[in-house]
């Protein structure tokens, strides 16, 4: 699946840009520091020093919203942290003989290299908007009155930023109508984010568009005023001189955690799909076909990431039937083989969703996804169902961890499972991964009762 979603962020230039910046920095030292045969041991130290700076001090967290005299200030406590940094790996090396001015020749000379490359890509990004409209934003602003027309006119004149406005919506009228009308003009134009005054909205109507926003994979901001928003996720910035809040900010929304899990998910998908089913298949396969005929492998489409559908695989555990992609299994189903009881109650079924995680459809650790038929359904019958699609699925997921697996008897069993998904989602980190692929794999082997 594209790292990419219209009008959003590049999911490949913030792990570009930290490749290209640690490129230039060993450059700079192999050329004016070191010699040569010292070289693998600084390079290895400044660059997991670099990587940790840079996580610390957000050097690469620029948006096209931040201000040229944000990337400088960036820049200058970067190259401090920086200098600090190689300062300390002369001091524990120091038969290595570097002496305090080429080091302060070599972070200047790199930091110059650096902040100009920075600010090329900055300025060719805005130009690039502006010239071919590329990589947009289609904004709606709810409210109307001095911030909002402030934000109106940053949207519109400041084109190089990537926003198109499409509607500032005037609420005064106090109108109930209003806001369901406004709502559906957000879906018929395809809108990506909605900005609320808060001055021109009661709580009912903020909290009416946070549960249309969760629901719709849109992502909405506010415009701050004297009145309280209680929401331990909320984020400060400015676009120009205008403060916005926004409300949901997950750790996957950083490039650099994004890549972190991919390259995981990559990583010990190769290994199970090399190492386990390149001999588990063959044996597999041929106990699947000895009690029934049909194929190997089922096909099933499941909706992912940004609700996109796509087919997800497993190892066929029932006789082939018509009703396959509209019903779940159920205990004692009929339908299931000797075979395939043995296969799902120890999950091996699962096993060649992992060419999924390898296709890019899926991740190892995520909300499990649904058929697209019962996605549907939930996604009208339970609230906030659809935050879920914010991230790509998972083979194993928190709430199945919790007993959330398998059949959905009731509303109370999804409801659970959205909640833990929606935690996973906001708390991710790659140690809750690793903790979900063990206790996973601990009631694979001990089975578990709603594995059927």
């Not at 080429?102 to 290299?113: D, G, K, M, Q």
């Not at 690039?128 to 109106?152: D, H």
């Not at 190089?160 to 134009?189: C, M, P, Q, W």
Request: a positive charge.
């Amino acid at each position: 699946m594209s790292l990419f979603k219209h009008g959003r962020y590049s999911g490949f230039l913030r792990p570009i840009s930290y490749a290209i910046d640690i490129v230039i920095i060993n450059c700079v030292a192999l050329f004016f520091l070191l010699n040569q045969e010292d070289f693998l041991i600084f390079s290895s130290f400044v660059t997991i020093g670099w990587i940790l700076l840079s996580i610390y001090s957000k050097f690469y967290e620029v948006y096209r919203f931040t201000r040229p005299v944000t990337i400088i200030t960036l820049l200058v406590r970067q190259g401090i942290l920086f200098l600090l940094l190689v300062f300390a790996f002369s001091g524990l090396y120091h038969e290595f003989k570097i002496y305090p001015r080429p080091i302060v020749y070599f972070v200047a000379l790199s930091f110059t290299i650096i902040g100009l490359l920075k600010f090329a890509i900055y300025f060719l990004l805005q130009k690039y908007r502006v010239s071919f409209g590329g990589n947009y934003r289609r904004t709606v602003i709810f409210g109307l009155n001095q911030k909002t027309r402030a934000l109106e006119k940053f949207f519109n004149t400041k084109k190089e930023f990537g926003y198109n406005h499409i509607r500032t919506i005037d609420f005064s009228e106090n109108d109930r109508e209003a806001l369901r009308n406004s709502l559906e003009f957000v879906l018929k134009n395809d809108i990506d984010e909605i900005y609320c005054s808060i001055s021109e909205l009661n709580n009912n109507e903020l909290a009416e568009i946070i549960d249309f926003a969760d629901n719709n994979l849109k992502i909405v901001k506010f415009l701050p005023d004297s009145k309280e928003i209680y929401s331990k996720k909320l984020q400060y910035e400015y676009y120009d001189y205008t403060p916005i809040l926004s409300l949901r900010t997950t750790p996957l929304d950083e490039s650099i955690n994004t890549f972190i899990k991919r390259l995981f998910d990559i990583v010990f998908s190769a290994f199970v799909v090399v190492f386990i089913l390149s001999w588990l298949t063959p044996i597999v396969g041929l106990l699947i076909v000895l009690e029934s005929r049909g194929p190997i492998f089922f096909k099933q489409s499941r909706n992912g990431f940004n609700y996109k559908e796509f087919d997800c695989y497993k190892f066929r555990s029932m006789t082939p039937n018509k009703d396959a992609h509209l019903y779940q299994a159920t205990r004692g189903d009929q339908r299931i083989t000797k075979v395939g009881a043995f296969l799902r109650k120890t999950s091996i079924d699962e096993l060649p969703q992992f060419f999924n995680v390898l296709f890019g459809d899926m991740s190892v650790v995520g909300p499990r996804p649904h058929m697209v038929s019962h996605t549907n359904m939930y996604a009208k019958r339970i609230d906030k169902f659809m935050v879920r699609h914010f991230v790509k699925p998972g083979i194993t997921g928190l709430a199945q961890t919790r007993g959330f697996r398998g059949e959905v008897e009731s509303d109370k069993d999804i409801i659970g499972r959205v909640k833990y998904d929606i935690f996973y989602i906001e708390n991710w980190s790659l140690l809750l991964d690793l903790k979900i692929i063990f206790q996973t794999f601990i009631n694979a082997v001990k089975g578990e009762d709603k594995a059927y």
